[in-house]
């Protein structure tokens, strides 16, 4: 596909002048498969129906800013109206994944009102915002209606409905531009569905300009994330929609998606300055950054907003996508096992605006670390603080799903594996290129908690290749092995792609030692993993806790251990490992220091 501009020079637009172009965009390392290609299975499949029968299923129900939204006829959901296309972008995939046929019900309920009210010009949902946040609300909204037509490519609706919007927004854009909005912020999600049609559906020469236009009006992100620009302490004032977390989670993604246009190699390397900086002035031990509405340091006590997690998850994701480097995938695994599940409860009917690595209560308070958002932030509820995290939450789950298997762009058919969960592939899978096909697929895991994979296919290849599989190995899984059938086991590189051959009926096993260690961080205070899991200590009343005197000195202490059932590394309670805190009692001052302790309970005995 080849796309010819010349630009012309645009008074609200000062910097808007591409010349002769004669590009195609740069295809990406790796494409998720079509939304319901992917189905989530055992403990995965059990999450999303608990998301399902939770709060996702249910807000078109009871709650306002989605049943009675301004979007499907109603009165609420004011403002940038953001939270029915928040709440559709999660819940478009969810339905499909779990092929639920009330859920998909209700998808087309609210996409068809949406198409059917589509103004004359081309607008859809409200027009009732004169500066350039009128155009911030549709960027989700698209996202929707692309997830919804990759799952029902028969709804014809769809294309001209979204097609006839962007002439309308690039006419729109002449007077009413970005400026300093929301719109402005998150320019990229809407350059991604853009990207989506001229690379499946429109070559049409708009939309090339239309994605130009974007970025050069939109937030200059290649810029803030350098060390010249990004702040390296927690941010008082001023306070900016630079500065503001989701926004920076969001825009995680905006060079790597940029890059399919531009050709420019220094926006890869922003993609890798932007990681970098994140982790080194706000990073906290669960893959996202703290954020308590503005950029807040590396105090695990600071808190990071449930949106900022999810859009987070899917900026790894797409980066992985475009630029195919593991660490990408394998930061969003991390996030998504960690950050995503401990801000929602185990039922998924509430959850908190902001969480705390180091947190200790979960209760309404005007004495808080945190500075810039309200006193019940970290309440667990249906919306504390601000409702946006209520809608946005729907998509960390469903769009996970989406990305855990895709197809490599060169020209030999490969299916990668980019993160480990148990999934299946509704229908078989054709490379037309090569005429291989997989036929079936299934991962059978309890990872990120068992440190077994068991892939069963069936390929089908041309000239005995079959087909190729990508499996993505962790870089702290030191020692993983994978064995082909009843071959020997291989010896893997941690970090990298291991390959392997999916010839007819195919069994794949990959196992990854999760042995315990620990990350230096904040204060010289440690973080405790397994594997990917960030562990944690309960706090609740233990079941047989008791002190035990040990007749042993150390360097001159006694050593005091509490033993307690509920002292167990949360995640991993059915695998025999348990935190213990030793206290080193001096002999002569009598003061205590305290000291973190991981052992297995082949060790010790909890009745002895």
Request: aromatic fraction near 12%.
């Amino acid at each position: 596909m080849h796309h010819w501009a010349v630009g012309i020079m645009l008074l609200c637009f000062p910097d808007q002048v591409s010349g002769l172009m004669n590009v195609n965009l740069l295809p990406p390392k790796f494409r998720p498969l079509p939304v319901g290609s992917v189905q989530p299975t055992g403990w995965l499949g059990a999450q999303l129906r608990l998301q399902a029968d939770g709060l996702s299923g249910h807000l078109p129900l009871f709650w306002g800013d989605v049943m009675d939204s301004v979007w499907v006829g109603g009165s609420a959901d004011v403002g940038l109206h953001e939270r029915t296309p928040y709440w559709l972008n999660g819940f478009v995939p969810l339905a499909y994944q779990l092929g639920d046929p009330k859920l998909i019900s209700k998808v087309q309920e609210y996409v068809s009102y949406i198409l059917e009210h589509q103004a004359q010009d081309g607008w859809l949902g409200p027009e009732d915002i004169s500066d350039g946040n009128a155009y911030w609300s549709k960027y989700p909204l698209l996202m929707s209606l692309r997830q919804y037509y990759e799952a029902n490519s028969s709804d014809t609706r769809v294309l001209p409905a979204m097609l006839k919007f962007l002439k309308a927004a690039q006419t729109k854009l002449f007077t009413v531009p970005l400026g300093n909005s929301w719109s402005g912020a998150r320019w990229q999600d809407l350059v991604l569905t853009i990207h989506w049609l001229l690379d499946y559906h429109a070559d049409e020469q708009f939309l090339w300009d239309l994605a130009e236009t974007l970025h050069d009006t939109g937030f200059d992100w290649k810029k803030w994330f350098t060390n010249a620009s990004f702040p390296k302490v927690p941010v008082t004032d001023p306070a900016t929609l630079y500065t503001h977390g989701v926004n920076n989670g969001q825009a995680i993604k905006s060079e790597g998606v940029w890059y399919r246009q531009s050709h420019n190699s220094t926006d890869v390397d922003s993609c890798y300055k932007r990681m970098q900086l994140l982790d080194q002035y706000h990073g906290q031990a669960s893959g996202v950054f703290a954020c308590d509405e503005h950029l807040a340091g590396t105090m695990p006590s600071r808190g990071t907003e449930l949106c900022t997690v999810v859009e987070t998850m899917y900026s790894y994701e797409m980066l992985f996508s475009v630029i195919g480097d593991p660490k990408f995938a394998e930061r969003a695994e991390k996030v998504c096992y960690n950050a995503l599940p401990a801000t929602i409860t185990p039922d998924m009917w509430a959850h908190q605006y902001l969480q705390q690595s180091n947190g200790v209560n979960s209760m309404v308070s005007d004495d808080h670390v945190w500075t810039h958002d309200g006193p019940d932030s970290t309440l667990f509820g249906l919306a504390p603080n601000y409702g946006c995290c209520t809608a946005n939450f729907n998509q960390g789950w469903p769009k996970f799903v989406q990305h855990v298997l895709m197809t490599s762009s060169a020209s030999a058919p490969d299916l990668v594996v980019s993160m480990y969960a148990p999934v299946s592939m509704a229908h078989p899978l054709s490379f037309p290129s090569s005429g291989a096909k997989v036929s079936s697929f299934e991962m059978a895991t309890e990872y990120p908690f068992g440190e077994e994979v068991v892939i069963s296919a069936v390929c089908e290849g041309v000239g005995g290749r079959g087909v190729g599989l990508q499996l993505r190995i962790p870089s702290w899984a030191v020692g993983a092995t994978v064995q082909v059938n009843s071959s020997t086991p291989q010896s893997t590189v941690p970090g990298t792609f291991h390959a392997v051959q999916c010839q007819y009926s195919t069994v794949v096993k990959l196992n990854f030692p999760m042995s315990v260690r620990v990350e230096r961080r904040y204060n010289n205070s440690i973080s405790v993993f397994r594997g990917y899991v960030h562990a944690n200590i309960h706090t609740t009343a233990p079941k047989c806790g008791r002190i035990i005197v040990l007749n042993t000195i150390v360097q001159g202490c006694t050593a005091l251990l509490l033993i307690s059932e509920g002292n167990f590394l949360t995640a991993n309670k059915h695998t025999g490992w348990y935190v213990f805190v030793l206290g080193l009692q001096n002999q002569q001052t009598h003061t205590i220091t305290n000291m973190l302790y991981v052992v297995h309970a082949d060790l010790f005995s909890m009745d002895s």
